[in-house]
């Protein structure tokens, strides 16, 4: 039976890998903000077949608050799979006129995962296994005008994942780098939905799948990783004058 | 994501209030009215408040319990029957009804009361529902059930989205042996064999005839299955076909329909008795998502009629005969004998008699003229057209189909309204 921990369950993409767990019987730890989302939650994922689900209600954003937090996560004992799939987005146009904003969407996306990253990667040094995944973003691969405040978060967070996999792996431990792009969620309720968006169904499933092989890195749906290839390569002289 | 009606068949723009959360619901504030709405397989506008908000409820996709014993489920009102029977399927459960597609949201199915190939053993989906969670616009979350809140109860199913907001409900489920149905289809001619059949069909548990309505001495095939004993399944592809954009409008015509018609006629055209899927025995048009597209940009519409058993023959052979002489081709026909059970809805659509849904292209003035011919037979019987599919209907005419509409507008939500409520009342009360 799989234990996996799952940092912001209220996300929905996370909701959907935790139910595919479940549907395996795993049991699972989950964490996120609010109480009462937890309790639906832990009802949700108890129908699905998880043999066992306890939560805790944490605010990431608060560091203080973390080495408790990842003393709760190993106090049942050794952890199979941690996936961090919080995040915010911020307003890219917000963040441009108030400095705080954008700081929050850096401290959010990036320095809280960075703190919660560095005791659970020792917890699992540990333990001599495990496989840490991480929702990061297509935004992180090249910083657009339309959202960088986001993209430098994720961007930044895709570096720091790249030296902990280098480092993890003599340890027998897995990283692995989730670059989606659009999904429909509530995170993108506001935007107009084209032919590009996927559900966050057979996102997680992408998701399951890349945990379940130990990759490195995924794209997902796969075809982001040939539409990123592209923008990455157009030289800077170029992109900057474009409107992305 | 775009949030029209399954018929596509006129443009409207709303304000979007997606809901993710059952805790903490905030409706909108401000003057325009509130409407539900699901995955928006109503053909026309019951699931549609042009200029005003619609509350898209597919975030509220949660499960509460399952209870395996006794066969109850509890979900969040926007989770798909499709959702529900990967669930439950496997472990040795299904729907009590269920549509002729699995792409309905729970809170969908309550508010249209949907029925299926099994009410005249069953009755409507509103029959199995023990309660709900009702979410009204002054911001009261009232539990309804047979005993607490009974009014609203009875108002909401078949309510038509216009009673608040239903957040999460309850219901029983069937027990099954396992995933496949034991399916008998017989090619029929004439209306007369078609009560034959469905007379002599009564102990089976899902019964339901195709006619070809461009055919004036009528041929069909007439299908009726119950659960296999079976628990092994099929093997069956889950690979789904979709029509990615519009066609052209003169893809679907007349020749066309006809040549569809008559290859599916052939193909059933023997008797026979198999064990199939559940999937192809009740979502046969599934497979295909998004096949409404094949009607092209000014969509189509049904009509769906109940005429009361008394007067069925007769008047289903007059109004078979006045579509088959408009020419106005139908692409998709259905017969169905409703039974007596009644459901706790009050506007509940069906009623012991027979039903027909027919499709028909979007020809302007002309497919409404027929519809309100239609309208006229089927109002002199005291039968009705079902709002889950309808695009056109009058304020007389509905006024007389649903007589109860008096009783109704005590319960409607002040701040719900939709296009359908507010065409068939007129504007105002
Ligand atoms: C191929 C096909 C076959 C069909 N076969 C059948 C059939 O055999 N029998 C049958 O009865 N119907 C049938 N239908 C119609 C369909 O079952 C109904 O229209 C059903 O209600 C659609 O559900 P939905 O979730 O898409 O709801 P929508 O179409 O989005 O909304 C329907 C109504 O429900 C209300 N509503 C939705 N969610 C809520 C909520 N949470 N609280 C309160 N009100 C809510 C909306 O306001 C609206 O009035 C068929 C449709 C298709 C496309
Ligand atoms: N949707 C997309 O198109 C897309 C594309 C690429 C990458 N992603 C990434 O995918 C991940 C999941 O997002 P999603 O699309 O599933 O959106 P989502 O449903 O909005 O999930 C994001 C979740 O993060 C939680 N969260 C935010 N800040 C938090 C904090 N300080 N502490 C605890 N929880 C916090 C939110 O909790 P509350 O519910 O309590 O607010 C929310 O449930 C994110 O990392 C996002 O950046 C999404």
Redesign the pocket.
């Known amino acids: 039976m799989k234990k996996i921990a799952i940092l912001g369950i209220t996300s929905a993409i996370a909701l959907e890998v935790a139910r595919l767990y479940a549907k395996n019987g795993a049991s699972l730890l989950i964490a996120g903000r609010d109480e009462q989302k937890l309790s639906l939650l832990k009802k949700d994922l108890t129908v699905f077949g998880a043999s066992d689900v306890s939560s805790y209600a944490i605010d990431f954003a608060y560091l203080e608050n973390h080495t408790s937090f990842v003393e709760w996560l190993w106090s049942q004992g050794e952890l199979d799979c941690v996936l961090i799939a919080y995040g915010i987005l911020g307003n890219q146009e917000d963040c441009e006129k108030k400095c705080e904003l954008a700081l929050e969407v850096l401290h959010v996306n990036f320095i809280s995962v960075v703190s919660l990253l560095h005791r659970i990667s020792q917890k699992m040094i540990t333990q001599k296994s495990g496989n840490i995944a991480v929702i990061s973003s297509v935004a992180g691969d090249r910083g657009r005008q339309s959202n960088f405040y986001y993209g430098a978060s994720k961007g930044a967070l895709n570096i720091f994942l790249q030296g902990l996999r280098n480092k993890l792996h003599p340890h027998g431990i897995s990283v692995l780098t989730i670059k989606p792009g659009f999904v429909d969620t509530p995170m993108t309720a506001h935007l107009k939905k084209g032919f590009l968006f996927a559900a966050s169904a057979s996102v997680a499933k992408g998701i399951y799948r890349a945990i379940e092989k130990r990759k490195d890195q995924v794209y997902l749906p796969v075809f982001w990783g040939f539409i990123m290839f592209v923008i990455r390569i157009v030289p800077e002289k170029i992109f900057k004058k474009l409107k992305l | 994501m775009s949030y029209d009606?399954?018929g596509r068949n006129y443009q409207s723009t709303h304000l979007i209030h997606p809901?993710f959360w059952k805790n903490n619901i905030i409706y909108p504030s401000g003057p325009e009215t509130l409407?539900?709405?699901?995955?928006?397989?109503?053909?026309g506008d019951?699931?549609q408040?042009p200029e005003e908000w619609l509350?898209p409820?597919r975030g509220?996709n949660r499960f509460i319990h399952f209870d395996r014993e006794q066969g109850v489920l509890a979900c969040e009102?926007?989770v798909?029957f499709d959702e529900i029977l990967s669930l439950i399927v496997p472990k040795g459960y299904f729907l009590p009804v269920?549509?002729?597609?699995k792409?309905?949201?729970?809170?969908?199915?309550?508010?249209?009361?949907?029925?299926?190939?099994n009410h005249h053993q069953k009755g409507?989906?509103g029959c199995y529902v023990t309660q709900f969670e009702?979410l009204r616009s002054d911001g009261q979350l009232l539990l309804c059930s047979p005993d607490e809140n009974a009014h609203l109860f009875k108002a909401?199913i078949g309510?038509?989205?216009?009673?608040?907001?239903?957040?999460w409900a309850e219901f029983k489920l069937q027990k099954i042996k396992g995933p496949l149905i034991d399916c008998e289809t017989i090619p029929f001619r004439g209306l007369h064999s078609f009560f034959n059949l469905s007379e002599e069909s009564k102990d089976y548990e899902y019964t339901v005839a195709w006619i070809d309505s461009l055919s004036l001495d009528l041929h069909g095939v007439f299908f009726r299955g119950n659960h296999a004993q079976e628990k092994q399944s099929l093997q069956i592809s889950k690979k789904n076909l979709a029509i990615p954009f519009n066609f052209p409008s003169w893809v679907l015509n007349k020749h066309l329909v006809r040549c569809f018609n008559t290859s599916y006629s052939w193909i059933h055209s023997r008797r026979k008795k198999h064990l199939v899927s559940y999937e192809p025995f009740f979502?046969p048009?599934?497979r295909i998502l998004n096949?409404?597209k094949i009607y092209g940009k000014k969509g189509f519409f049904?009509y769906?009629c109940l005429i009361p058993k008394k007067d069925a023959f007769n008047i289903l052979s007059e109004i078979l005969k006045l579509i088959a002489k408009s020419g106005l081709a139908s692409f998709l026909s259905?017969l169905?004998e409703f039974g007596n059970i009644s459901s706790p809805g009050l506007m509940s659509?069906?009623r012991e008699g027979t039903t027909l849904?027919m499709d028909f292209s979007n020809y302007d003035q002309k497919t409404l003229d027929l519809f309100n011919e239609l309208d006229q037979i089927v109002s002199s019987v005291h039968g009705r057209v079902?709002?889950?599919?309808d695009a056109h209907m009058s304020s007389v005419s509905f006024q007389n189909f649903f007589p109860e509409w008096k009783e109704f507008i005590n319960f409607v939500d002040p701040r719900?309204s939709?296009g359908?409520w507010r065409r068939v009342t007129g504007g105002g009360l």
């Open positions: 009606s399954w809901i409407l539900p709405y699901g995955m928006g397989r109503s053909y019951v699931c408040n509350l409820t509220l009102a926007g798909s269920t549509p002729g597609t792409f309905v949201t729970v809170g969908g199915a309550i508010a249209n009361d949907i029925h299926g190939k409507t989906f009702l909401t309510g038509l989205g216009l009673t608040g907001l239903i957040t979502y048009l599934d096949w409404n049904q769906q259905v169905k659509f069906p849904a079902y709002p889950a599919k719900f939709s359908f």
